[in-house]
């Protein structure tokens, strides 16, 4: 048992960083999308630098505002440090004034989480390192 055991629990842990990764790329995308249709619905603001903008930010969503767009789940917005990661990840975004936002997407915990880091911007373009560092927009591009 002990030696079936020792096989299967790396490759099982494997498999989970990858289904963690995975969501991660489809949060990313999620929140591109997101930031996208936030940007076009209101054009005086632009793209917004705060993921709790683009939920319902305890608010109704009977009609969306500025600050509670509606545009992702509530679980999504929260998973901002490494405390509160949505599979295993979190999510850094920021407004740039040349890239229109940028979005980091961390490893709550490196190595067992998640070995992959990623980066987004108003591009849409996912982006991602595997050596531990932070992914920027020289990173290769997910495939």
Known sequence: ILIIAAIAIPNLLRSRIAVNEASAVGSMRTINTAETTYNSTYPTIGYTGTLVNLATNGGSCATPTSTTACLIDDTLSKATTAATPK??????????S???????????????????????????VIR????????????????
């Not at 599979?87 to 975004?93: E, K, N, Q, R, V």
């Open 98 to 124: 040349s890239l229109g936002y940028t979005l980091l997407g961390t490893p709550a915990k490196a190595g067992s989480t998640g070995v992959k880091n990623f980066y987004t911007d108003g591009t849409a």
């Open 87 to 96: 599979s295993g990840f979190y999510f850094t975004l920021t407004a740039s």
């Open 128 to 143: 991602y390192t595997t050596d531990g560092s932070a992914a920027a927009v020289t990173s290769p591009s997910i495939q």
